[in-house]
């Protein structure tokens, strides 16, 4: 009997850092959550490293914070990293090649090759891929087969979808990774990530858009004919609503980002509970305390929903890709999807079936499987594409292990 792994996920998000802890049965082919944590990450900004020192510190927290969760502390040195944010950026892509052998059967090598030889692309110097994934093999110009291993043709194509990342942004990444003591085991996009748990396989087919509303960025990405065809960050999220708040009620950020997840709602009719009752918050010094009835909120909140999904809409306009998604509708992630109401408001506004995404074939600690906040994270730990088609680059990403930081003698000293 094979021995459980233990694989732990990093997810970089825009401003903090989420690490998962899991326990992978080969024998029964199960993946168990046991430990998770969130660290708020001020070396982050929509994504990218500003400060590599803060970055490493909360990623020591946040890795330690889960293993001591999951009675496992000081076991992860290897993991898996989600990155994100506006640096990535994608497109698809179209390769080709002859099989001039007498038999032509097509073997697993034939097809690494093909989908090899789209890498070719020529990409800035400052930019690196990160991900090359197959949607479609065309066998002699007959589109749509899924593997073509074994099946005779002439002429090999295959489409793909490239991801490519800014170099820079990457490097820090990596530093601050390191400089916390762990070794990259994989960088993933964390949008595909979440998209592999939360989309299934049957909205894949029938087409459809994954919404992951973070808390700096939105990702969006849509699925046709089985495979990601389009995807895009835009550089707005549910922190511009805590931020009209914090405007609006005069207060700090972190005390109108508590009060939209307390009170909130997409719009006074979609709120739950009492809209008349009164709310109690601090003012900016952090003291004065000040009150509203609940109900003037929603005049806040209300129009920077509708703005946000309308960017959405006309991204999703831009992509061509907009009459392949409403089979499958939309799925709707991330820490902001938790605003009550919001996927109400977001089939009024797109004119769409929206539906909740929560990550699937995951067990475990139910508060975490069940919260939309650690989705990416969760994705990392299940993600199925791991390593195939970007191992090149993977081995030469392999830093050393340093010394593992440790973040309670960083806070004595
Ligand atoms: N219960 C809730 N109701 C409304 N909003 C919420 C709730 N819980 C979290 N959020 C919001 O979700 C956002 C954070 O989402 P998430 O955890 O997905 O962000 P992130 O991963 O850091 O960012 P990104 O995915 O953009 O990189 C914040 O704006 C936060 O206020
Ligand atoms: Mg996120």
Redesign the pocket.
């Known amino acids: 009997m094979a021995k459980p792994d233990i694989i732990t996920g990093l997810?970089i998000?825009?401003?903090?850092v989420?690490a998962v802890v899991a326990r992978h049965d080969p024998d029964a082919e199960t993946t168990d959550v046991i430990g998770a944590a969130?660290q708020p990450c001020a070396g982050l900004k929509?994504?990218v490293v500003i400060n590599i020192d803060e970055t490493a510190r909360s990623i020591t927290r946040a890795v330690e914070a889960a293993e001591e969760m999951a009675g496992l502390v000081g076991h992860s040195k290897g993991v898996l990293i989600g990155v994100?944010?506006g640096h990535i950026q994608t497109f698809n892509h179209h390769g080709a090649m002859n099989i001039a052998r007498t038999d032509k059967e097509i073997t697993a090598s034939d097809r690494d090759q093909v989908v090899e030889s789209t890498k070719a692309v020529p990409i800035s110097p400052d930019r690196e891929i990160v991900h090359v994934i197959p949607q479609d093999f065309i066998l002699d110009r007959q589109n749509g087969v899924p593997n073509p291993i074994g099946m005779e043709a002439m002429l090999l194509e295959v489409d793909v979808h490239i991801v490519t990342a800014s170099q820079s942004h990457l490097n820090n990444v990596w530093k601050a990774i390191a400089r916390a003591g762990f070794d990259v085991e994989e960088p993933i996009y964390?949008l595909l990530a979440v998209g592999d748990t939360v989309v299934t396989q049957e909205e894949k087919g029938l087409g459809c858009l994954l919404v992951?509303?973070?808390?700096?960025?939105?990702?969006l990405a849509v699925y046709a004919e089985g495979s990601v065809r389009f995807t895009k960050e835009l550089a707005v999220?549910?922190?511009a609503?805590?931020h009209d708040l914090s405007h609006a009620l005069r207060t700090s950020l972190v005390q109108a980002?508590k009060v939209?997840?307390m009170y909130?709602a997409a719009s006074r009719t979609l709120a739950e509970g009492n809209v008349d009752e009164e709310i109690e918050y601090t003012s900016v010094d952090g003291r004065t305390p000040r009150r509203l009835k609940r109900a003037a909120i929603f005049d806040y909140i209300a129009p920077r929903v509708e703005e946000i999904f309308s960017l959405i809409s006309e991204e999703l306009q831009r992509s061509n890709y907009a009459d392949h998604v409403a089979g499958g509708g939309v799925i709707l992630t991330?820490?902001?999807a938790?605003?009550?109401g919001l996927a109400q408001a977001a089939e009024q506004i797109l004119d769409l079936p929206v539906r909740m995404g929560l990550p699937q074939n995951i067990g475990g600690v139910p508060d975490i499987v069940t919260n939309?906040?650690y989705a990416?994270a969760l994705g990392l730990i299940t993600y199925r594409h791991l390593g195939d088609w970007a191992r090149s680059r993977r081995a030469s990403r392999r830093v050393g292990l340093g010394q593992r930081l440790k973040s309670l003698v960083e806070d004595f000293f």
Do not use: Y
């Not at 998000?13 to 903090?16: A, D, P, Y």
């Open positions: 997810d998000g825009s401003s903090q989420v969130r929509g994504g994100r944010g964390g992951d509303l973070g808390g700096q960025t939105t990702g999220g549910s922190d609503i805590s980002q939209k997840e909130g991330g820490g902001g938790q605003l009550k939309p906040g990416t």
